[in-house]
């Protein structure tokens, strides 16, 4: 059973920075695609960034030049490096693996999740 675990959410102001990391108990899942997802209080899960094999990389809008999605295989760890973070950001954190395919940023693409980390960015 593949299992991803966060870490490194916390709390901070408006314009700090935070580097979310996904640790994956087996490599195969490192490979095709895989996502950071967020869900704030009363919204639906939403996409915020992907890494394909070969490394192509993709973002919802919100985020584009602020966040990094990168990967460390020989960790098996996927990170999210946030920067100029702002209260909109405030939201549970969650990796997904195991692509199905389709839309990189549909939670009904991914089989395995993690169970998630806080982000809370005050102003």
């Known amino acids: 059973q593949v299992q991803l675990q966060e870490s490194g959410g916390g709390s901070v102001q408006a314009g700090g920075s935070l580097r979310l990391s996904c640790s994956i108990s087996?490599?195969?899942?490192?490979?095709?695609?895989m996502g950071w997802f967020r869900q704030a209080p009363g919204k639906e899960r939403e996409g915020v960034a992907s890494l394909y094999s070969g490394g192509s990389t993709y973002y919802t809008d919100a985020v584009k030049g602020r966040f990094t999605i990168s990967q460390d295989n020989a960790k098996n760890t996927l990170y999210l490096q946030m920067n100029s973070l702002k209260p909109e950001d405030t939201a549970m954190y969650y990796c997904?693996?195991?692509?199905?395919?389709?839309?990189?940023?549909?939670?009904?693409?991914?089989?395995?999740w993690g169970q998630g980390t806080q982000v809370t960015v005050s102003s």
């Open positions: 997904a693996a195991g692509w199905y395919g389709g839309n990189w940023d549909s939670q009904h693409a991914y089989k395995y």
């Open positions: 087996e490599l195969p899942y490192m490979s095709t695609c």
